[in-house]
């Protein structure tokens, strides 16, 4: 499969994340191996406007999603001074490796619920 399908397919299935829904996913990515390389994609219901927003979780830290679209999902985060971080997650570099759909218990286990 090409890297554009797979961008795609991954950008679908994180789109379709609703508010506390969550996807277990590894980062292929050289540097990251085990579970540095085990990442959480949440969805979390906005206090306005009633949409869903998301963040992106890994060993007790998150970051927000700014977007995801043309196979990339932008995310960031703010330090104590107010230093805005970024970060792009190729999305062709993504393996899903379990849905698990309003189950607290499951969270960072990458179940298939």
């Known amino acids: 499969m090409s890297n554009i399908v797979v961008s795609r397919m991954n950008q679908e299935a994180l789109k379709a994340i609703g508010e506390g829904d969550f996807i277990k ?3 292929k990515h050289p540097v ?3 579970e540095r390389a085990l ?3 949440v969805g979390h219901e906005a206090k306005t406007k009633g949409e869903t927003f998301y963040t992106v979780e890994r060993l007790g830290q998150d970051m927000n999603v700014d977007y995801i ?3 990339i999902m932008k995310v960031y985060n ?3 001074m107010g230093q805005r971080t970024t970060y792009q ?3 062709s570099e993504i ?3 379990g849905y698990t759909f309003n189950e ?3 969270r960072n286990k990458g179940v298939v619920a």
Do not use: H, P, R, S
């Open 25 to 27: 996913f590894e980062y």
């Open 32 to 34: 990251l191996e085990g």
């Open 39 to 41: 990442f959480t994609f």
């Open 69 to 71: 679209k043309d196979g």
């Open 78 to 80: 703010f330090d104590m």
């Open 89 to 91: 997650f190729d999305l």
């Open 95 to 97: 393996e899903v490796l």
């Open 104 to 106: 607290e218990a499951y």
